[in-house]
């Protein structure tokens, strides 16, 4: 009977095994680093134009992000990795195409790794490209309406 008891246990611990195998796979691909303790990557809206977008070591938490007109956009480097955030985008092969619409703000902003900037006012409705000239395919866009 003893032996019974001990299949109850095993069971039970492979059970919370497997439970938080799936609470860690569950949770983790969604949330993001949190290590940076700002609470995840989704993009906010706010009355004092608190949109933020997460970077990553080599790219952008969200490739795209909508912001209210005449709003700022604050991006946020997540790791202690240097991005240079500026007007353009990549092609799908990856070449670098620098390029502002009408409308878009001007942005050059270097980041020095696991800071915190803000770029705009984007004070024009439309569809907005911007890049890090150091990671390929590091692009986001910023609609703005
Ligand atoms: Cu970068």
Do not use: W
Not at 8 to 23: D, N, P, Q, R
Not at 31 to 37: H, K, L, V, Y
Not at 46 to 67: A, K, Q, R, Y
């Amino acid at each position: 009977m003893s032996s019974k008891r001990l299949g109850f246990l095993t069971l039970t611990l492979v059970v919370l095994a497997i439970g938080s195998i799936f609470f860690v796979a569950c949770t983790r691909p969604g949330t993001a680093p949190t290590a940076s303790g700002n609470g995840g990557n989704t993009p906010k809206t706010g009355g004092g134009g608190g949109t933020t977008v997460h970077m990553g070591s080599s790219d952008f938490l969200v490739p795209t992000t909508t912001i209210p007109k005449g709003s700022k956009l604050t991006l946020i480097d997540d790791v202690a990795v240097p991005h240079i955030i500026q007007n353009g985008t990549y092609d799908a092969n990856g070449t670098p195409k620098p390029a502002k619409e009408p409308g878009a703000p001007t942005v050059n902003v270097n980041f020095s790794g696991s800071d915190t900037k803000d770029i705009g006012p984007f004070t024009t409705a439309g569809t907005f490209h911007l890049y890090c000239t150091i990671h390929v395919k590091m692009n986001l866009t910023v609609t703005v309406k």
